[in-house]
């Protein structure tokens, strides 16, 4: 199954992070809610989204690529940061190019968090 879309549309769906315009705060919740193991283990992906931290900050996203498109979306909810790569190169890796960009724009918001928890 593969995802078609385009810019107009990723800052539609990144918007809906911070404004929660379509299904409101509870779909935002259901969304952003790791699954879990049928022993309880929580994983870092659920409902199509990896869920996870980096360096410190907690990120929401997902990487896509095929017929050498490369893609990539990313949103630190609470640093009010999305971060979307359309890429029509597959040597491009989104991935990576994302979290730069990330280090670059966040890197205020890393600082305070590694304070916090030394």
């Given at each position: 199954?593969?995802?078609h879309t385009n810019v107009e549309d990723m800052a539609k769906w990144s918007n809906n992070f911070?404004?929660?315009k379509v299904g409101g705060k509870k779909l935002f919740n259901l969304i952003s809610?790791?699954?879990q193991l049928n022993n309880g283990q929580p994983l870092t992906y659920g409902f199509?989204?990896?869920l996870k931290e980096y360096k410190g900050l907690?990120?929401?996203g997902h990487a896509g690529g095929i017929a050498g498109y490369n893609t990539m979306f990313i949103t630190f909810?609470?640093?009010n940061l999305s971060i979307t790569i359309l890429a029509n190169l597959a040597s491009i890796s989104s991935f990576n190019l994302s979290f730069r960009i990330a280090d670059?724009?966040?890197e205020n918001d890393v600082q305070k968090?590694?304070?916090k928890n030394s």
């Open positions: 199954m593969n995802l911070y404004t929660y809610k790791p699954g199509g989204l990896e907690h990120w929401i909810p609470n640093n670059i724009l966040l968090e590694n304070k």
